[in-house]
């Protein structure tokens, strides 16, 4: 005999708070998904809720994140420091660990934040032991959640104020530094989730598909049907959460990838790595 979990105030509340979606609608697919938060989002999107892109940036742990690049910016390296309280976040102690971890991670081009917390600090420490010294001594957890690295002929670190969200950007030459911060901004503003349509996780694909045809069919559509409606929806998808194909923020009526091209026909993003407190 199935038992159904029960789902608390605070929990609906947590989603509420992630997607924008009703208490109700919330609390239906928390219960649907036997408290699955990321099950209970698809569900959501599937009963056409509109869920909010941004959903982890809201959840936010406290922290820093800083990126940083090589005095040659040809590498760089994203590194989120966190901590439970902006009290903590804002302390320079606290922010000249930070950087010091950035670079470190820079040094060694360190592709993970547990690779991070095994490298030496100072002090016959490693990354690791001295947070959890930090632990002890602020009494509030402390770590290291997101680490990766970037390389690229030209490499753009862009750190928005307050330090919150970070982004790097790859180009293929150097000489476009304002073209390089300009797309630096675009990824930390829209947050893509890849380079263009080929670049894509499949996973990724295939959810926004199954969504889309779900969604489609609940409007009443035949089955043939609500596969070529999934697909013209799968294609908006691609437009709005790949960096090439966004409309430049800076200018709507062409594309991230219309505006590099403007600047320099040869000029390519080759990559670019975004993060954000609680994502």
């Known amino acids: 005999m199935s038992t159904t979990m029960a789902i608390t105030a605070s929990e609906v509340n947590k989603l509420r708070q992630m997607t924008g979606a009703g208490m109700m609608d919330c609390k239906n697919a928390l219960t649907e998904a036997n408290g699955d938060f990321d099950a209970a989002i698809d569900l959501l999107r599937k009963k056409g809720q509109k869920v909010a892109a941004k959903r982890a940036d809201r959840d936010a742990a406290e922290g820093l994140v800083l990126a940083k690049t090589t005095d040659d910016a040809k590498k760089g390296v994203l590194v989120s420091v966190n901590c439970e309280t902006d009290f903590v976040a804002k302390n320079a102690d606290f922010s000249a660990m930070a950087e010091k971890i950035t670079g470190i991670a820079l040094q060694h081009m360190t592709a993970d934040a547990e690779a991070l917390k095994a490298l030496p600090y100072a002090n016959n420490l490693t990354v690791g032991e001295k947070l959890t010294e930090q632990t002890g001594v602020i009494g509030e957890k402390i770590d290291v959640n997101y680490c990766q690295p970037i390389e690229a002929e030209y490499v753009f670190a862009y750190n928005h104020p307050g330090n ?10 150097p000489g476009h530094e304002e073209v390089a911060k300009d797309v630096a901004m675009q990824v930390a503003a ?13 996973s990724v694909v295939e959810k926004e598909l199954e969504i889309g045809k779900e969604l489609a069919i609940q409007e009443g559509k035949a089955p043939e049907m609500a596969e070529k409606i999934a697909q013209g929806r799968l294609n908006k998808f691609f437009k709005e959460s790949t960096l090439l194909a966004q409309e430049f923020i800076k200018d709507n009526k062409m594309s991230v990838e219309q505006y590099v091209q403007k600047a320099d026909k040869d000029l390519k993003v080759t990559g670019f790595k975004r993060h954000a407190l609680g994502s």
């Open 190 to 202: 829209m947050a893509p989730i890849a380079l263009d349509k080929s670049s894509t996780p499949q």
């Open 164 to 173: 919150r969200v970070a982004s790097l950007v790859g180009l293929n030459k």
